[in-house]
């Protein structure tokens, strides 16, 4: 009986997360046309159609753009809450009623022996909200796309057995970068993403015993580089006590290769 | 209606159209003058506020960002400065400080070559520095650190601070190393310097009369974390054979050296 996982893409140009348990599963998102979905899904060599659901976290494009396509195509049942069901109608197109579920925020929906928990994040969509995964006392965290992490959210994400945490940014980078400054504003702000130090910090605040990997996932292509949020992330938990490599390890996530079905 | 009707008709018609099709013409001729004087006026407009500047490269040149760590010295380091008064400071013994046994006579005008053998013979890593600065202010001359032969300009984690005593003589000095540099991606076009000249025009970093007299392509500190630092490619500008400016070579930003900001790692 185990949980297993497969980003298998994170980034502004999409995102979207695999898991799978022995009887079920699932898909977090699906920011990619249904093309790009069923090829990300054919380099993990997994079937789209035997998903048990897919859980969208909130209404922008990069990740809901092929949650349509793939619902009407596999037949599929869909989660969100309901402003974001209401967020992304137009977006998403006509998904049949007895394929739409709402799942609201601060919830725990049951499949199986596998748990999925959602909690709210801050970040500039209607109702955005990301999951935890339990399954056999192992605890899998998403959280990306979010401004800060509160101490509500770090309550419920702590102690992960593996964490998909957002790495979104360098702030110098960002403000030495093309960006116009509306947008650079808004990322920096309390609703739009969380900078490698700040992820780092927080990171800091909820691992714990159980913590085996944190994937740095959803880099910015213009304001960051993997090797800089690993060096950033591993010097800031280093100054907290925290030593990267020996009770856990920090990976990269990529904006088109699935990472390795790996179990929790 | 007759064959000649027809006809009258026909010409017309088509001179009609040849008179449109030319007008169509100038006006395309002349959008492409336009676009032409544009890409030319900025050249133009340093000539009108007699800029001068000296052979710029032309052919494109690429460069990518790197990381690198300041280098922790240690009692070895010590031992090989034999004879000279060597303190390391720093939480991170990041800096020696080594005073001079015998200070170091300079002339008034100082050419970087009266501290070249000194360099060479009685500094460690010597040969990695090239001259920098010479700061009448803070009576100090500033070596700056080299790596693939291009220098890391102002870095304070890869930089000599030499500093003048009474009677122009070198008393002391500072020194930090930067080590494990690596490539941090691949290595892609940087900003035409040119392109790089043209943002410091725009914003009045250059006056009218200005002469850059010397550009040089080296290494700035893009980001300093807490243990190593991220290294941009960087446009430097000299300006009236004194004055030094200089622009991030894959963003165009200014960079303006602050040493509240570009905080010393130890």
């Not at chain 1, 990300?40 to 494009?61: A, C, N, P, Y």
């Not at chain 2, 027809?6 to 099709?21: E, G, H, P």
């Not at chain 2, 340093?46 to 300041?70: H, R, T």
Request: zero cysteines.
């Amino acid at each position: 009986m185990s949980l297993s996982y497969s980003i298998l893409a994170s980034g502004s140009t999409g995102n979207a997360l695999y898991v799978e348990s022995d009887e079920h599963s699932f898909l977090v998102d699906a920011g990619f046309s249904g093309k790009q979905m069923e090829a990300l899904f054919g380099q993990i060599d997994r079937d789209i159609s035997k998903l048990s659901g897919i859980f969208v976290t909130h209404e922008h494009s990069d990740h809901i753009k092929g949650i349509g396509v793939l619902a009407r195509k596999y037949h599929l049942p869909v989660y969100a809450n309901e402003k974001t069901w209401r967020a992304m109608e137009s977006s998403v197109g006509a998904i049949p009623t007895e394929q739409k579920f709402v799942f609201n925020m601060e919830t725990v929906k049951s499949f199986g022996s596998v748990d999925i928990e959602s909690f709210g994040v801050s970040h500039d969509a209607a109702e955005p909200m990301f999951y935890v995964f339990h399954h056999s006392g192992k605890k899998l965290v998403l959280i990306t796309d979010t401004g800060y992490v509160s101490d509500r959210m770090k309550g419920t994400i702590s102690n992960a057995d593996v964490y998909i945490f957002e790495s979104n940014h360098d702030v110098q980078m960002l403000r030495m970068g093309r960006y116009p400054w509306n947008i650079k504003r808004r990322i920096l702000s309390d609703v739009g993403h969380v900078s490698n130090e700040d992820a780092a910090l927080a990171m800091s605040d909820v691992v714990g015993d159980q913590t085996k990997r944190i994937y740095l996932a959803h880099l910015s292509m213009d304001n960051n580089m993997k090797d800089l949020a690993k060096m950033a992330v591993t010097q800031t938990l280093q100054e907290r006590g925290l030593i990267v490599g020996e009770q856990f390890g920090i990976y990269d996530t990529d904006p088109k290769i699935p990472t390795a079905l790996t179990a929790v | 209606m007759d064959w000649s009707k027809i006809k009258t008709i026909f010409i017309i018609t088509f001179l009609i159209l040849d008179v449109y099709l030319l007008y169509q013409f100038m006006k395309i001729r002349d959008a492409n003058k336009y676009e032409f004087i544009t890409e030319a006026s900025f050249e133009e407009k340093l000539k009108a506020d007699e800029i001068k500047y000296v052979d710029l490269p032309k052919d494109p040149i690429q460069a990518q960002y790197l990381s690198a760590k300041p280098k922790v010295f240690n009692q070895e380091d010590v031992d090989k400065l034999k004879g000279q008064p060597v303190v390391i400071r720093g939480t991170g013994s990041t800096t020696l400080h080594v005073t001079l046994e015998k200070p170091l006579k300079i002339t008034a005008k100082f050419e970087p070559a009266e501290l070249s053998t000194f360099l060479n013979d009685n500094v460690l890593f010597g040969e990695d520095y090239q001259f920098g600065e010479k700061s009448e202010k803070d009576q100090s001359i500033t070596y700056f650190q080299i790596s693939g032969n291009v220098p890391l300009f102002k870095n304070i984690n890869g930089m000599i601070t030499f500093k003048i005593g009474e009677g122009n003589q070198i008393v002391s000095y500072d020194q930090t190393y930067l080590v494990e540099m690596e490539k941090l991606t691949d290595k892609e076009e940087i900003l035409k310097p040119l392109k790089a000249i043209e943002t410091l025009h725009q914003k009045g970093m250059l006056k009218s009369k200005s002469n850059i007299t010397a550009i040089e392509l080296g290494y700035s500190t893009l980001i300093q974390l807490a243990a190593s630092q991220v290294l941009a490619p960087t446009w430097r500008f000299e300006v009236d054979g004194k004055e030094s400016l200089f622009v991030n070579a894959f963003e165009g930003q200014i960079i303006q050296f602050n040493s509240d900001e570009k905080s010393k790692v130890e």
